[in-house]
């Protein structure tokens, strides 16, 4: 065989670093620069953070003493002391970009105009219709408080060896587990910066929901790499409708365009992780270790409670949204092109259906067995998922798309 010729480099051209100005010039340039020159001298512009009135216009918060409650010094706890209990709406006092409660110089109004958060800008989402949930804090709380550590929380020396045809089918599932989490984090990460710095227990309980996915497609990756099985098989189209849906409400983060953050959370919280919810459920259902169970069942925490999320974010957008039969049109258009290719893609993909068969059935000679436990299950998926949207208002019986019992 011919060995293939090396590829010839071009010879590359030293750049010289430029030299450095001597230290007296540098030291020069310094003791006149503006900024030095005002904390040399002195002067009411550099003085007027602490010359200013205390619980003036600026310093709104002071002399405030949040005391921990009964769980700690909460999200909760805080806001029981604001001049603001709740987010603010939007309002040209309170359209700025910086951290919460934080006020701008009086003496700056360009200041203030230019931090406006707008479409295409760094703080889009600066109304609380379209991005607030009832109970953030302590929904942000709860989702900080239950991160588990699963390197050493784990007893991973309890791990059961499993017959190869149930390490391979639970193996397979996991692989698709994994790419689910995969997903959701790619898909929940971009909107976290364009949401306004008020509604900072929205962004915390986003951060700590995309912790949550990197984690769980981290430990599920661990189990199949450590019982002696390994990697399934990539499943293609289960996240049918779902992706093109968040990306046409995120058109493409470019662009002073209005963008919609609840319609990427209708389809990845509230019908995505919900069905992935079910899913989990049956694989916890057919695992056959303690170890396993115990390790799906956090998963199951975790994604019932990003379910929860999201049906608590569609609740208060269709309760306080300025048009609700526009907002309740546009879930719906929402729904009946998702509920239609997650059918096909999602909840009767062979790859993820015929494992879920062997697993349940106890092996792959016992196959038949395990569809008959997956058409008694079936019903959940519409039921659960319909019993959702009546709780959040959006009723969906006698529209949904997916069949109340199984097409196989």
Not at 45 to 57: E, F, I, N, S, V
Not at 262 to 280: N, P, R
């Amino acid at each position: 065989m011919a060995r293939k010729a090396r590829v010839r480099m071009p010879p590359l051209k030293r750049v010289e670093p430029a030299p450095l100005p001597e230290r007296e010039v540098v030291i020069e340039k310094l003791r006149n620069h503006p900024e030095v020159r005002m904390i040399r001298e002195g002067g009411k512009k550099l003085a007027r953070w602490h010359t200013l009135p205390l619980g003036g216009d600026v310093w709104v918060q002071w002399g405030k003493h949040a005391k921990p409650d009964g769980v700690g010094l909460t999200f909760g706890a805080i806001n029981k002391v604001t001049v603001y209990p709740e987010p603010p709406e939007i309002g040209p006092t309170r359209s700025f970009a910086y951290s919460r409660w934080v006020t701008l110089d009086p003496e700056m109004p360009a200041a203030s105009i230019a931090a406006m958060p707008k479409y295409g800008g760094t703080r889009e989402f600066d109304r609380r219709d379209a991005v607030w949930v009832e109970g953030a804090g302590e929904l942000a709380e709860e989702a900080l408080d239950r991160q588990w550590r699963p390197t050493r929380t784990l007893k991973w020396e309890e791990m059961q060896a499993l017959p190869d045809d149930l390490e391979r089918a639970f193996d397979q599932l996991l692989t698709y587990l994994i790419q689910c989490q995969i997903i959701a984090a790619d898909i929940s990460g971009p909107w976290i910066r364009l949401i306004h710095n008020s509604f900072l227990e929205i962004k915390s309980y986003l951060a700590y929901e995309l912790f949550d996915y990197n984690l769980a497609g981290g430990v599920l990756r661990k189990r199949l790499l450590s019982n002696g099985g390994g990697m399934g098989m990539q499943v293609d189209g289960f996240d049918a409708g779902v992706v093109e849906a968040c990306n046409e409400a995120s058109q493409g983060f470019e662009g002073e365009v209005e963008r919609d953050f609840t319609g990427m959370v209708f389809a990845l919280d509230v019908l995505f992780s919900g069905f992935v919810l079910d899913m989990v459920r049956l694989t916890a259902g057919g695992a056959k270790s303690s170890f396993d169970q115990r390790l799906l069942t956090k998963l199951l925490e975790d994604t019932a409670r990003h379910v929860g999320w999201g049906t608590g974010r569609i609740r208060y957008y269709l309760e306080h949204t300025p048009d609700r039969e526009t907002a309740s049109l546009k879930l719906h258009g929402i729904a009946e092109r998702l509920e239609r290719a997650q059918l096909e893609g999602h909840l009767l993909n062979p790859k993820i259906l015929e494992p879920l068969a062997v697993l349940l059935g106890g092996g792959s000679n016992r196959v038949a067995e395990g569809f008959t436990i997956l058409r008694d299950f079936w019903p959940q998926f519409a039921e659960n998922y319909l019993n959702r949207l009546e709780a959040v208002g959006l009723p969906r019986r006698g529209r949904c798309l997916i069949p109340s019992q199984a097409p196989f």
